[in-house]
């Protein structure tokens, strides 16, 4: 085995599910809200729309490595419609969008598109795994942000050392933010695309939580803000807004040079996502904005379900404006480990250490509103009884 996968430590919900298997294995009634996967399904037209187009020929050859030029133009007039942001959807080396085999595909391939030995990326802790790990496979060196409670869960981007600034190649953010549930204003993308310019580093934004919002709080595009492009590229994911998690499709649009190194590694590693899959994704990124105010009016329902329950409890939750988590203190004199692992123990309720998203998680545990309502308030209650004692 090669040492850049002896030394990584093991995928994270990828050792949770055994943990949880290893629970239901002995008769529990394991309520999961670990991982962030929609349980509602993808909407019907969706699923329609592969059904025809599975059984066009044409889909079943090699699809264009960099996306159909009609995906390419959809995804382009999302941007549009949504954030204002016009995009050249042409093929690289002069496009702006470029089709995904889901975000997470994308982003730890932007990596190795970007990063050579003893580079420095800057990435977020607590954060989305993906970016550290694949900095490491690539032998370069994460650098991670702390997201406090008390700045928000916004980086303090002053706080990096000059010398480490001028070694990076990647500054990694996701706001609407997974897993704390923190938004970011322009003002603060403004600020951080100050300083990828001032240092020569690509803005990397893991937007995959932009249409989760709630109470009237839509995220923006730091793509919205001019000359963006100049330094930044943005994830998006059709997994959560449609509940897609498994069709795997995203794309990532902004600088045309970034977008087309990553469209280098993907020729040479994968050959394009299923061309049904993306005439459904066209369907999807036009659907009428009714299809996502209906579920994201299950998740606010949900959280406001949760939240409540939570605090009479006795724990603090706050309630997130955005994205399908709450972000939990543990009890007084617990750990996020030690608290996470009796309540999957002792109680079948299972959440997520916010210590699996590095050292700044300790403390929190991640609560995802991916469960039927009457599920959650049992949730709820088995927790405050651990929790009262
Ligand atoms: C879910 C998630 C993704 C993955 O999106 P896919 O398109 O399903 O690969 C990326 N980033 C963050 C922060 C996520 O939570």
Redesign the pocket.
């Known amino acids: 085995m090669a040492r850049r996968i002896a030394d990584v430590p093991p995928y994270l919900f990828a050792e949770l599910d055994r943990r949880k298997a290893a629970v239901v294995a002995r008769g529990v009634d394991v309520i999961p809200l670990g991982i962030?996967d929609p349980d509602l399904p993808t909407p019907a037209p969706v699923v329609e729309a592969l059904e025809v187009a599975a059984r066009d020929p044409a889909n079943h050859r090699y699809p264009d490595y960099e996306g159909s030029a009609a995906f390419r133009r959809a995804a382009a007039q999302y941007m549009t419609s949504r954030f204002g942001v016009d995009l050249n959807p042409a093929a690289p080396p002069d496009g702006e969008v470029l089709a995904?085999i889901?975000?997470?595909?994308g982003?730890a391939h932007l990596v190795w598109a970007m990063v050579d030995p003893g580079d420095v990326v800057l990435c977020p802790d607590p954060g989305?795994p993906?970016y550290a790990t694949h900095t490491r496979f690539c032998g370069g060196e994460p650098y991670l942000l702390p997201l406090l409670p008390e700045r928000g869960f916004l980086p303090d981007l002053d706080a990096v050392p000059e010398q480490v600034a001028r070694r990076a190649k990647i500054l990694f953010l996701?706001y609407p933010n997974?897993p704390t549930g923190a938004t970011a204003d322009l003002v603060f993308w403004e600020r951080a695309l100050d300083f990828c310019r001032r240092h020569d580093i690509l803005l990397a934004h893991?937007n995959?939580?932009a249409e989760i919002g709630y109470d009237g709080y839509r995220a923006p595009s730091v793509l919205q803000l001019p000359g963006a492009r100049d330094v930044a590229v943005e994830?998006h994911?059709?997994?959560?807004p449609f509940n897609m998690?498994g069709w795997?499709?995203?794309f990532c649009c902004g600088n045309a040079r970034a977008v087309a190194a990553l469209g280098v590694v993907k020729n040479n590693t994968d050959s394009g996502v299923f061309g049904a899959v993306q005439q459904a994704a066209i369907v999807a990124l036009g659907l009428d904005r009714r299809h996502l105010e209906e579920r994201l009016e299950v998740y606010r329902r949900r959280r406001d379900l949760m939240v409540s329950a939570l605090r009479s409890a006795g724990i603090s939750a706050p309630s997130p404006r955005a994205t399908i988590y709450l972000w939990c203190p543990v009890p007084e004199g617990e750990t996020a480990a030690g608290f996470s692992g009796r309540l999957l123990e002792e109680s079948g309720v299972f959440v997520t250490p916010g210590t699996g998203y590095g050292r700044h998680g300790e403390g929190f545990f991640r609560i995802s509103l991916t469960c039927a309502d009457a599920r959650l308030e049992e949730a709820a209650r088995r927790i405050g009884l651990l929790a009262l004692g």
């Open positions: 962030g995904l889901g975000a997470k595909e982003l989305y993906v996701n997974n893991d995959a939580y994830f994911s059709l997994s959560k998690t795997r499709v995203g």
